[in-house]
């Protein structure tokens, strides 16, 4: 649906595939296992067919539908050139009950919500009502005098769980070939299951507007009908013939783009084919890169490709803003004239910065959390997707300039409910002065927010210091829905003083921390002079609570240049012998935080050694302890550069 030339490079190795090495596509892969196993507990009686491949599942589910009533689990059905695997069908005598399984949150509020106000189909949902559409077309074509209804089971967000340990009792586990697959473990009745938290949505009504050719996302109706259309990929991927599609906005998200010499690029490929681009052309900088620039499709048409041919107009008005920090347009216009003029000198706000960090209280407190959201509920009185908050790091700044890594909290035992102990510990851990308090982005005020919303629900019986962790959380966070909206001692986001007071072409214009961070590195000799000492450790001049004496973060590759320090983080398993390392089912690197809420996932359902959980808690303490470090260097970088003008 996104790109029809995909079908040409997609499941041959010869092509990179960024889907690949995604993390968070990891994780949410796998709480697909996890709701498809606890969707079939819901049917029980239900025949799985498990058997690979096309023959030997159509010749089982043909014998099993010539019962007048079952349940199967990933049915096989075939019709002319498509061929499909169902999640669920369901058969009671011509009546058809097909159920596509998505591990997507829904709100509880009906088919009703897939759609617009206007009728036509909202993008979010789009993929999976064609999915389950395409699903009925060849279901009904294979079987004609069947009467079909088609369904989407969700998980429903307005449901709790009624039971404890519920993902727990779908254990992930690995085979020789590294296959996961799911181990259901213990009753899975009704009674052990509790209520459901998976609802089934009627789309029967969506998924004939979508054969019939009468819905579409935004009522744009295509060139080809449904049916010539599915005939068309279907004839192009049997034949391996690519399907051209012309170049738009979406090519730059294409996950068959890459820069491996190994491996062949998709997205070059169509864009030499299409558009006669040379190798040298790629090596340019591209009208993608400017920072949250809606403007693309707008250029696209205009043949306007690269940063070095957009002009201000296109940009729009790049005037600061009313206080005097960067506005959004200013912002662009700036990293596209930096590139044009090929000027990598940074820019920085000297006396808007100065002028913030005088209101700034010493000590100052840096704070990062790791969390994690999953389908399936871990614990009793959980909604799916509901935030676990399951670990932080604290770092101190004082005012003489001394560090120190001062706090941190973990929690990853299976099937217990960290959030209002993680809440306790850092409540200790910042309380203790009227320093100021800096997270990176939105993600920490969001979390305490959350956690907020979850102790209103809790008896204050069973939380005797409620009302105390409440007024904590009120007085570091902001909220539109109270008043006051920001607390006295509200978190200062260094995510908004960059957008603000920061920019620096190294960073190919993201605000992230994993590119600001080696910018500033790259060019601070005052960081570089600091960190290439081994002033960092548990008894170091810098105390760490997780890294060895004397451990160096300023290190060089072959060519001179300062490595980014999340590459440095040791993988987990390298004092492990390899054999013994292949059984683990956590990849060995942790240094995203995709891959960190995905090995606090693994912990809580999979079956995993107390080996490799050790390895697993002492590589996320790394990792995390990295987060704030990386957020005091970029401070440090700052109140230099600051000084150093001495105005």
């Known amino acids: 649906m996104s ?17 690949d090495d995604d993390t968070f596509l990891e994780a949410l892969a796998e709480g697909g296992y996890q709701v498809g196993e606890l969707a079939k507990c819901y049917f029980p009686g239900g025949y799985d067919i498990t058997e690979k491949g096309y023959e030997e599942p159509l010749i089982r589910t043909n014998e099993l539908l010539k019962k007048e009533k079952v349940v199967i689990f990933e049915a096989a059905i075939q019709f002319q050139g498509f061929f499909i695997r169902i999640d669920i069908l369901e058969k009671k005598g011509d009546k058809i009950n097909l159920i596509e399984v998505k591990a997507k949150s829904y709100d509880g509020g009906g088919a009703d919500c897939f759609l617009t106000k206007s009728g036509s189909i909202e993008k979010e949902w789009n993929d999976y009502l064609q999915d389950v559409a395409y699903q009925k077309y060849v279901l009904q074509n294979a079987f ?15 449901k709790r769980a009624t039971v404890s340990g519920l993902n727990q009792r779908f254990l992930l586990v690995k085979d020789h070939k590294n296959r996961i697959s799911v181990k259901n473990t213990g009753e899975t009745t009704s009674d052990t299951l509790g209520s459901p938290i998976l609802s089934k949505v009627n789309v029967d009504e969506i998924t004939n507007g979508i054969i019939a050719d009468t819905l579409f996302v935004n009522n744009c109706k295509p060139k080809l009908s449904f049916s010539e259309k599915i005939q068309e990929w279907a004839q192009s991927y049997a034949h391996d013939e690519k399907l051209t599609s012309p170049v738009g906005a979406h090519c730059f ?3 068959f783009h890459t820069d491996n010499p190994d491996l062949r690029s998709g997205f070059h490929e169509c864009w030499k084919q299409l558009l006669g681009f040379s190798d040298e052309d790629f090596q340019k900088p591209m009208i993608d890169q400017v920072w949250n620039f809606k403007g693309k499709k707008k250029l696209l048409k205009e043949g306007i490709f690269f940063m070095d041919d957009i002009r201000k107009e296109h940009i729009g008005k790049t005037e600061p803003n009313k206080d005097g920090t960067l506005s959004m347009a200013l912002r662009q216009w700036m990293q596209v004239e930096k590139a044009q003029q090929k000027n990598d000198e940074f820019f920085l706000d000297y006396d808007g910065m100065r002028r913030l960090m005088d209101r700034f209280t010493f000590p100052l407190h840096f704070i990062d959390f790791e969390t994690s959201m999953v389908a399936i509920p871990f614990y009793k009185g959980q909604r799916p997707y509901e935030t676990i908050a399951f670990q932080f790091s604290h770092h101190i700044m004082y005012e003489d300039g001394r560090v120190e890594h001062k706090d941190e909290f973990i929690k990853t035992e299976r099937g217990e409910f960290p959030n209002f102990e993680f809440l306790r510990e850092l409540k200790k851990a910042l309380e203790k002065d009227e320093g100021t308090i800096f997270r990176y982005a939105k993600h920490e005020n969001t979390v305490l927010n959350q956690i907020n919303r979850q102790l209103q629900y809790v008896d204050k019986n069973e939380i005797p210091d409620k009302n105390e962790l409440q007024d904590f959380i009120f007085s570091i966070t902001n909220d539109k829905r109270r008043t006051p909206k920001a607390g006295k001692r509200n978190m200062v986001d260094m995510w908004q003083m960059v957008k603000d007071y920061f920019y620096d072409p190294r960073t190919l214009g993201s605000n992230s921390i994993k590119a600001v961070l080696p910018a500033v590195l790259s060019r601070s000799e005052y960081i570089q002079d600091k960190y290439s000492k081994p002033v960092y450790g548990q008894n170091s001049e810098i105390p760490s609570k997780n890294f060895p004496d004397g451990w160096i973060w300023i290190q060089r590759d072959e060519y001179g240049n300062v490595i980014d320090p999340y590459k440095l983080l040791p993988k987990l398993f390298d004092d492990i012998d390899l054999e013994e390392a292949e059984k683990f089912i956590t990849n060995n690197e942790l240094n995203s935080g995709g891959a960190a809420l995905t090995a ?20 996320l303490l790394k990792y995390c302890e990295l987060d704030t470090l990386a957020m005091v260097m970029i401070y440090e970088f700052w109140r230099n550069e600051v000084n150093s003008k001495g105005l």
């Not at 005098?145 to 429903?156: G, P, S, T």
């Not at 693994?602 to 959980?613: A, V, Y």
């Open 3 to 19: 790109c029809p030339t995909k079908l040409f490079y997609t499941g041959k190795a010869e092509y990179g595939n960024r889907k």
């Open 253 to 255: 998200s294409c996950e």
């Open 144 to 158: 004609p005098n069947w009467k079909i209804k088609a369904y989407l089971m969700l998980a429903d967000k307005s």
């Open 600 to 619: 606090f996932a693994k912990m809580q359902f999979t079956e995993m050694t107390s080996q490799e959980r050790d390895l697993i808690v002492k590589g």
